[in-house]
Every structure is written in structure tokens, then in C-alpha cells.
């Protein structure tokens, strides 16, 4: 161990060249950053050789560091292994964390003798797994065109009478008997081989299904099968890659945009493009090395991984990590970057994610810089009243992260001191309760808060914030002329309408009027059945 009262006590001398893992600790000995290298002496002296040129969360690092420790160890699969267990048991700030990103999940059947399907986060013994699907509104989808084609049963435990799924005919009902194993296994086989992507099959057997029940003149059965293909044809459009595949892989695409780092994953199974899931982190020294650790060691590992980055310094730095997913996965896995081909082909199509991506982050820069903030704006919350006279007046709240919204994070307030119409003292009530609120809790607070309204809504948000002793970013945003009100300022700016900046300002604007709107709307519906009842 090595004891530094600042940067420039460090001595590279004292550490040895073995390979192995180091950890990097503050002064109340806790762990900032565990990292492996093939030479831990070449490694850790990189951080204090020439600190200007680290990416800033890396000189930030470097300030707190107090204490060096290191572990030698007999090689960098070793060493690879031996991180990842620390990381996973310390969690250093420092290192890449995915802990907060969903885990994908699976369309999945029991293994009974009628068979269940259902969607689980998890793989099992116990359940014959697809996936993952990382879009999860395409799964829900895929998950309900099965059930209604296949007629699969998805009741928790067989019943003793048949289900309203049995009445719309959507399950063939095995819990009465009105289906036995063998057929009802026939069933399952069928949904088993579209889930892998053999949809041929399956259409041709429905084209069979709605010649016959035109014949029979059984038009509305003709018109159902009708649509079962056309949601077919629909999901197939969005699934299918490259049908010759019969091993699994990932593409995933990271490009670094000044401090930051936008990262696109999409997951392919036996040639079936299940959706994409998407990252932005700060950058950091063995930025992607440290993010490929950190997602395959919580996610299912492919046979192959497509990069579009070099993650390694050399060629035994890729061998040690393709070594140490394969001893994860407990089979061959392979690191590509592909320099033509269909391979390439499915990078360019992940890094047209990313430039989809990086035009919400350009409208985001455009707002950091237009509007002088201190930050860059990556969560908004933005705040509109809605009233009926003196009646149900009420806030709503959304919250927009990396520009999109983030549901989980809206909010609703009936007001508790207002009693007519006044929106100035509406708006002061549902600031001053929201980062109460925050506060209490010790919650990162926002980076810019956005105001439906002019200046007097303006005004009395920033008396909520002011008598909390907060100073945060608060700008209003008037419908009329679509004027943004600064605090300070007199007048309102101006700014191009069609301009990306004033585009999400608005969608985030129109998305709270209507969220208020429909928490106004239902306070009035449920008063209208308190008072009316049954009548």
C-alpha cells in the first residue's frame, strides 16, 4: 500500500510491474476505483504523469486519492475476474455502475404439461426463455400476438372452469379438457419456432386458416386471421435481420461527445433484432472497457460482440477479456470490429441510433448555451396549474431526462392553500412542495425548471425556491409569443420557433399542460360520481 498526501507525492517506483488489480481510496479509506492492468505500475502512473490530459471526472478522481493499493495477481483474466468481484462487492464511485438500468426481459414458457407464457426478468430451469428483449413495448406486443394466434394459456394455475380468454378465443382452454397435451403441445411447438424467427410456417398456416373460413363464409373469423397477419407482417418488419444466423449477437456502438459518452446496445437472437437500449455516461479513462465489465457481468452474453471501438490497448488486452466473458458465459465468446460486411452494416445501423440520440443532446447544448446555464440540462421538470373557476385546482409535474420524458418521475398536487383561482399562488405551492420534498430526502435536484406562464409565474417559483434557500436553474416559458423569461431580466427572448431547443421546450411545455389537464379532468369526474353515485 502507498499513502499520498496529494497527487504529486506519488512515486511509481513502489509499484510493482506484475500484473493485478489496484484500488484507489480517500481519506476515510474507502474505495474510489478498482481497475485491472497487465502492468500495474505502467497503469497507475498514467493517472499522475500528465493529469491535465484525463478526462475531467478522472482528474476529480485523482484529487481524492489518498491511499493506492494493489493485488498481484498471475495474469489479466485473473485480474479481469478479480475486479469484477471487488467492484461488485465495494460499488467505488468511480467505476461504471449499470445497477439503475432495467434488466431486460424474456417472453418465457413453463416447463408443465400445458404450458404457461409469461415475461420474466430472470432465466430459469424452470422456464424455457427468449430473449432478452430490450424494447420492452415490442415484447408486450410479440407476447400478445402469440397468445392470440397460439391460443396459449396464461392463468398463474389451471382453474376448475374455463376463463373469459376461452369465450374470446384466445386459449384452447386445457383446464376443462377441451384440449389435450399432445395438441396442446402442437400448439406450443409452433409458438416456440416463430419466436425464433420461423414465421413462415405460422403464416402460411393462418393464410390456410382464413382461405377455409372465407369458404365456410365465417368472414369476421377471415377478418381476424387478416389482422394476425398484418401484425405479423408489422412485427417482422421491425424483428428481422439476417435469418441465417443461428448463434446469438450484440452490436454495441459508443461515441464520445466532449465529456460524455452515448452508447447504443442491440441485441440479436439467431438473426431476430430484439430492440436497443440506451446509454449516456460521462467519460472516464477505459471508458468502454469498464462499460462492456459492467453490462455482461447483469446481462445475458452473446456468442459475439460487434464493436465499434477498440476496448483494448493490445492484442492480449482483448484475448484476457474475450477469456473472461467466455469464463462467464461458459462458452465461446467473440469480440469483433468489423471493417466491411453485414457486420458492419449492423454497426452503422446502431450508430444511426446514435446520432439520433446525440440530436436530442445537440437541442439540450443549444439550451445550456442560449440560455447561460451552469450545466448541462439533462433533467427538466416542469410545472403548469389547471383549475375549473375556484374548483379542483390542481399542479402537474413532469420530468424529462436526456430529453425524453420520464414517467415514473411525473407528479400531481391538489393544492392544499389555495382556495380560488389564483395561479401565482398555485404554482408558489407546487415548487415549494415538490423540492421540500427533495430536500427531505436528499434527491438530486433538477437542472433547469421550466414554468408554464410569464413572469409572474416566474416570480413566484423563485419565492418557493428562494424560502427553501435554493438557487436552481428556473426559466418561464409563455404561450402567446412562445417567450422565454429569465430571472434578472426585464424582457422576455426570443428565439427561433423551429429551432431544436424551442422544439423540446415546447413538447416538454404541452406535455405538462396536458398531464395537468388530465389530473383537473379527473378530480371533476370522480366529484361527479361522488355526488351522483349509481343514479
Not at 420530468?399 to 398555485?426: E, H, L, Q, W
Amino acid at each position: 500500500m502507498m499513502k499520498i498526501g496529494k497527487p504529486s507525492d506519488f512515486d511509481g517506483k513502489q509499484v510493482p510491474t506484475n500484473p493485478g488489480v489496484y484500488l484507489f481510496r480517500d481519506e476515510t479509506n474507502t474505495i474510489l476505483y478498482c481497475g485491472k492492468a497487465k502492468n500495474l505500475r505502467n497503469r497507475v502512473s498514467n493517472y499522475f504523469s500528465n493529469p491535465e490530459a484525463l478526462a475531467i471526472k478522472t482528474r476529480q478522481l485523482v484529487t481524492k486519492i489518498r491511499d493506492i493499493d494493489w493485488i498481484v495477481v498471475r495474469n489479466e483474466v485473473e485480474a479481469l475476474l478479480l475486479e469484477n468481484k471487488l467492484i461488485k462487492q465495494h460499488s467505488p464511485k468511480y467505476n461504471i455502475s449499470l445497477k439503475d438500468a432495467k434488466t431486460f426481459a424474456y417472453i418465457a414458457f413453463t416447463r408443465d404439461k400445458f404450458p404457461r407464457i409469461l415475461s420474466s426478468r430472470k432465466t430459469s430451469p424452470k422456464l424455457e426463455s427468449f430473449g432478452p428483449y430490450t424494447d420492452g413495448m415490442q415484447r408486450r406486443e410479440l407476447q400478445k400476438l402469440i397468445v392470440s394466434i397460439f391460443k396459449l394459456r396464461t392463468c398463474a394455475t389451471l382453474p376448475k372452469r374455463e376463463c373469459l380468454n376461452y369465450h374470446i378465443g384466445i386459449c384452447t382452454a386445457p383446464c376443462i379438457g377441451k384440449v389435450d397435451g399432445t395438441q396442446y403441445q402442437t400448439q406450443v411447438d409452433s409458438a416456440r419456432e416463430f419466436l425464433k424467427g420461423a414465421s413462415e410456417k405460422t403464416v402460411i398456416a393462418l393464410k390456410n386458416q382464413m382461405a377455409q373460413a372465407s369458404r365456410d363464409l365465417k368472414y369476421e373469423r377471415a377478418l381476424e386471421i387478416r389482422n394476425q397477419l398484418a401484425s405479423i407482417e408489422l412485427l417482422s418488419k421491425k424483428q428481422i435481420v439476417d435469418h441465417e444466423r443461428d448463434f446469438d449477437q450484440d452490436v454495441v456502438a459508443f461515441k464520445r461527445v466532449e465529456e460524455k459518452v452515448i452508447v447504443v446496445q442491440m441485441g440479436i437472437r439467431r438473426g431476430v433484432l430484439l430492440g436497443k437500449k440506451d446509454f449516456n455516461a460521462d467519460y472516464q479513462e477505459n471508458f468502454e472497457r469498464e462499460f462492456l465489465r459492467a453490462f455482461y457481468t447483469s446481462n445475458q452474453i452473446p456468442r459475439e460482440i460487434i464493436l465499434n471501438n477498440s476496448c483494448w490497448a493490445d492484442g492480449e488486452e482483448k484475448e484476457a477479456l474475450q477469456k473472461f466473458f467466455s469464463d462467464l458465459r461458459g462458452a465461446p465468446v467473440s469480440l469483433t470490429i468489423p471493417i466491411k460486411g453485414e457486420k458492419k452494416a449492423l454497426l452503422g445501423l446502431a450508430e444511426k441510433n446514435i446520432e439520433v440520440n446525440m440530436e436530442h443532446d445537440s437541442a439540450l447544448v443549444d439550451l445550456q448555451n442560449s440560455l447561460n446555464l451552469p450545466s448541462l440540462p439533462l433533467v427538466i421538470e416542469s410545472f403548469d396549474i389547471s383549475n375549473t373557476g375556484d374548483e379542483h385546482i390542481v399542479s402537474g409535474m413532469v420530468r424529462f431526462v436526456d430529453a425524453k420524458p420520464d414517467k415514473s418521475g411525473y407528479r400531481k398536487f391538489k393544492m392544499k392553500t389555495v382556495d380560488s383561482a389564483n395561479d401565482f399562488a398555485s404554482m408558489k405551492e407546487a415548487v415549494y412542495r415538490r423540492y421540500k420534498r427533495l430536500l427531505e430526502e436528499g434527491a438530486k435536484m433538477p437542472d433547469l425548471i421550466l414554468i408554464d406562464g410569464g413572469s409572474e409565474q416566474l416570480g413566484s417559483a423563485r419565492d418557493a425556491l428562494s424560502s427553501l434557500g435554493l438557487s436552481l436553474p428556473v426559466i418561464g416559458l409563455a404561450k402567446k409569443l412562445e417567450e422565454i423569461y429569465l430571472p434578472e431580466e426585464i424582457f422576455p427572448r426570443r428565439f427561433d420557433n423551429n429551432s431544436k431547443m424551442m422544439l423540446l421546450l415546447r413538447r416538454i411545455r404541452d406535455a405538462t399542460h396536458d398531464f395537468s389537464l388530465g389530473y383537473n379532468r379527473k378530480r371533476r369526474q370522480m366529484k361527479m360520481r361522488d355526488q351522483f353515485g349509481g343514479k
